[in-house]
């Protein structure tokens, strides 16, 4: 390493955050947990990780002890009172660390990156982002934001409306990105008075075309959002229940970019570290959980998310429970790969 490098651990820290911006743009949202990443791991290097007897290290002459040093007991988590570091989180500050140290030996800053020097044995361990879901407090906090915004249309522009009603529903229906873009207008059903609404979903392969009912909070969500729709510009014209700006369906970009915002938005103003994924794959994993957890039937949270089978939940199972967690392997377990027979078409 060279501490001779004059830039400060700061300044350095600077300039990543502007290639990460130059290189991604998404990255730029991600900027406040960046920076309370690394202030957490400078404030590491003013002990050498040993506050008995402190001794202080430049950030060139960072090393794999003292990384992995930082990873069993520097890290500071945002949540208020809560100590216990996961693995999750302790796989995304390694992460951090190399891609930090990386671009610091593109530089000519440092000779070898202190984060890549740890053997791979003592590397925390890859999480699984497929099956990736939402902490209850993240959960809870995103549909408290959702509603926090619902106390004044009036002063809401129409793409927040749009957003609004969009978000809710996916919290509450759990559909993938291409269902939510493949919607129109005619999609949405409203009954009427004391019939309810529902939404069709009409494109997809088994058991993607069905009809799900809609609670009144989404109803009504939707019904301001057409309302604001039917005079709002481009959008006027769009056949797409939620269309861009431009007035053609959302881009899969389009929706991440939202559906990110939103989560992070949540994860800060909880207080939680941010989500290991953000996007609308992890909304849609947390609520065929919770429809799990709830003790719904299996079978029926499949053809909730219009899966073939149960099969298609496997990738859930370490978030249940031992009864349903073995319930589930068995079911998936079968030799046979037939579709389910839904009994209703109308899912309530």
Known sequence: MNSKVELSADEFFEQWLEHCANDDQRAINDFVFYRYFWISWTKFLTTGGDKENPRWVHWTDADPVLVKGYLASGIETRANGDTKISVITERRYWRLLERVYDYAVKRGLVAENPAAGIADKEKPPSEDPKGAILSPVVWEQCFKILRDGAEDDAGLKAIDIRNRALLLVLFELGLTSAE????????????????????????????????????????????????????????????????????????????????????????????????????????????????????????????????????GLLHLRLHLPDGPRLELARASSRKDDEPLRPVLQRLA
Request: charged share 20%; net charge positive; no cysteine.
């Open 180 to 311: 939510i873009r493949a919607l129109t207008v005619e999609s949405f059903v409203d009954g009427g008075a004391g019939k309810g609404a529902s939404i069709r979903i009409t494109s997809g392969g088994v058991n993607q075309l069905r009809t799900m009912v809609v609670s009144d909070e989404v109803r009504s969500a939707i019904k301001s959002w057409l309302q604001v729709k039917a005079t709002a510009g481009k959008h006027a014209l769009a056949p797409a229940l939620f269309s861009s700006q431009t007035g053609k369906p959302m881009t899969d970009e389009n929706l991440l970019v939202l559906v990110r915002a939103h989560l992070l938005a949540a994860s800060r103003s909880a207080g939680q570290d941010d989500p290991v994924r953000a996007g609308p794959q992890i909304v849609r994993n947390t609520r065929l959980v919770q429809w799990m957890l709830s003790g719904m039937p299996q079978p029926e949270v499949a053809l909730r998310a219009g899966l073939k089978n149960v099969r």
